[in-house]
């Protein structure tokens, strides 16, 4: 038996968790009318509805309802076999932040432990989507790779000479539409300026480099950039032709 049963409403209800499963109209309020009245699965009801449908009717034989109304599938949990729930699609984002806002472990965490007593269809992806977006673990995430390179020096002797460039995101979408920041770093004094991006794409990386900074500020002589494709794309490689600057080392623009 699942060990949480708080419906998204804030209930804590089996029934209301059944009756999620059974209104429709959606694929898994049918799969429940045919688990529910024992109808068996034709050909004829697989070629019209959805990929839910389709997938739940795969796993019919181990389908049944449990005595509070709720329907679940059994599982193989490690060694053990469980009868885990089927979250009806309203119930999925509220299991997904529940589990996952416990101790906002990583998406494999995440999973394996919602998958003790739930399923549902496509349930892996829904789970890497809503942790990606977290904003409590973007803002503590932290690189585990050890940089094993030689450190060099850069070599900056005078105002707007060198400026670096890096993309971040994607993050969660401002309400002006917004989604990655373009970082660029002033090599002599180490300021940092930051552009919100609607995209990362290179016309647009091109379009705010021009736009935010080099009309305020003039062009540089050398633009350093990590290996990001919009960041050494031909756009920006022809670009640099026009405004005569130069990429850095092997980091080239
Ligand atoms: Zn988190």
Request: glycine share 6%; charged share 20%.
């Amino acid at each position: 038996m699942a060990a949480v049963y708080t419906s998204p409403s804030g209930g804590d209800d089996l029934a209301e968790l059944a009756a999620a499963q059974s209104c429709g109209p959606s694929e898994l309020a049918d799969m429940y009318r045919h688990v529910s009245e024992n109808i068996p699965i034709t050909a004829k009801d697989v070629e019209l509805p959805g990929y839910e449908f389709k997938c739940l009717s795969i796993l019919f034989e181990k389908l049944s309802l449990d005595k509070h109304g709720v329907m679940r599938v059994m599982q193989k949990v490690g060694r053990r076999t469980r009868q885990c729930a089927i979250a009806s699609r309203q119930w999925q984002w509220d299991l997904i932040w529940r589990t996952h806002s416990l101790n906002h472990a990583g998406f494999r965490q995440t999973e394996t432990r919602l998958r003790l007593d739930w399923f549902w269809i496509g349930m892996t992806g829904d789970i890497r989507r809503q942790v990606a977006t977290c904003c409590v673990c973007q803002a503590a995430k932290h690189s585990k790779h050890t940089s094993m390179t030689k450190r060099q020096r850069l070599d900056c002797g005078r105002v707007w000479q060198v400026i670096a460039v890096d993309l971040l995101g994607p993050f969660m979408q401002t309400p002006r539409g917004n989604v990655m920041v373009l970082v660029v770093c002033y090599q002599f004094s180490r300021w940092r300026h930051a552009v919100a991006l609607p995209s990362g794409t290179a016309p647009t990386v091109a379009k705010a480099l021009e736009n935010e900074i080099f009309c305020f500020f003039g062009v540089p002589e050398i633009i350093l950039s990590d290996n990001r494709s919009q960041l050494k794309s031909k756009l920006m490689h022809e670009l640099c032709q026009i405004w005569g600057c130069k990429g850095g080392q092997n980091n080239l623009l």
